[in-house]
C-alpha cells in the first residue's frame, strides 16, 4: 500500500480506533510482527516491550504465563496452598499493573478458592 493510501485509509478509521502498529523492541529492534513470523522473541526485552499482546499468547499456549522451568514435577514435594496464595497474589498485582483485568478476575477466583478450601483468610 502506498503512503497516499495507507494516509486515506487512516483517516477512515476514527482516532479512537487506531493503533500504534510501528511499536519496535529498543534492544533488537523486532517488531510483533516478526516475533509472530518467527515464533520467537528477538531478545528478552521483547517480553517486555510486547507483553500486552504476547501474554495472552504465552497463556493459550501454555495455560498460564508464569514460568516454572524445566524441573520434573513428579518428584518435587506439592506446594503448601499457602504459598501458592503467595504466588497467585503476586500474579494478581502484576495482572492489575499491567491491566490484563480478566487474567486478574480469575486470579481472583482462584485465590478465593484456595482461601476458602483450605481454611486460609487474608
Do not use: W
Amino acid at each position: 500500500m502506498t503512503p497516499h493510501r495507507q494516509e486515506e485509509a487512516k483517516k477512515r478509521v476514527p482516532a479512537h480506533v487506531r493503533v500504534v502498529v510501528d511499536v519496535h523492541c529498543p534492544v533488537c529492534g523486532a517488531s510483533f510482527d516478526d516475533i509472530v513470523r518467527s515464533g520467537r522473541a528477538g531478545c528478552a526485552e521483547c517480553y517486555h516491550t510486547f507483553s500486552d499482546r504476547l501474554k495472552p499468547v504465552i497463556e493459550r499456549i501454555h495455560g498460564e504465563a508464569v514460568h516454572r522451568g524445566k524441573v520434573p514435577g513428579a518428584n518435587l514435594p506439592q506446594p503448601r496452598q499457602s504459598s501458592q496464595l503467595v504466588v497467585k497474589r503476586r500474579a494478581l498485582r502484576e495482572a492489575i499493573d499491567t491491566q490484563n483485568f480478566e487474567y486478574a478476575a480469575a486470579l481472583r477466583d482462584q485465590i478465593k478458592a484456595l482461601e476458602e478450601g483450605g481454611g486460609h483468610h487474608a
